[in-house]
């Protein structure tokens, strides 16, 4: 399921984001950018030791915003960092949320970077509504891109079928609003 969005396909599927052959894929780190579980535990897994040692070097990351790594063993070719929020159900929640997107999208134009893959960030263990995030997520983006041309592709990767289908049904509404085609 996709939109196209300023020239941009945005597009949700079901996958492993660590699969991804992108320029980027987006990792839900935590604020000292240390291997962890999840989403973060498996991208350093696939893309090996030296990610984590150049992690090392980047002096942590403060949530809401996002550094840039290689991608080593990943097929993707950078990994871009960002911390998301842990959820308390305030409104700086989101906003926070929102930042981790629009800050990840910005790095990824700023190298010269055209496709980027998401996966759904602090909806782990950060604890986020599944529905409230991806709707965060969603919005975030469409409002970068229509604002920032330059990305061709951005994925939203998620990895089990409920995370699917929350985020087919806010990109499906969000179509309609839109009207794009």
Not at 24 to 42: E, K, Q, Y
């Amino acid at each position: 399921m996709h939109m196209v969005v300023n020239g941009c396909v945005l597009e949700v599927l079901k996958g492993d984001i660590t699969k991804q052959d992108v320029d980027a894929i987006v990792n839900a780190a935590n604020r000292s950018l240390t291997p962890g579980g999840g989403v973060s535990g498996a991208i350093h897994r696939a893309a090996g030791p030296e990610l984590w040692e150049e992690c090392r070097t980047l002096g942590g990351c403060a949530t809401g915003e996002a550094k840039i790594t290689k991608g080593y063993l990943l097929p993707a070719r950078h990994v871009i960092h960002t911390v998301g929020p842990v959820y308390r159900g305030r409104k700086e929640d989101e906003a926070a949320l929102a930042s981790c997107y629009e800050n990840s999208l910005k790095v990824a134009l700023d190298h010269g970077l055209t496709t980027v893959a998401f996966p759904a960030i602090s909806t782990g263990i950060y604890g986020y509504p599944l529905d409230e995030a991806a709707r965060v997520a969603l919005k975030a983006i469409v409002s970068f891109l229509q604002e920032h041309p330059g990305l061709e592709r951005v994925r939203m990767v998620l990895y089990d079928e409920r995370a699917y289908e929350v985020h087919k049904g806010v990109l499906d509404e969000m179509r309609g609003e839109h009207e794009l085609p």
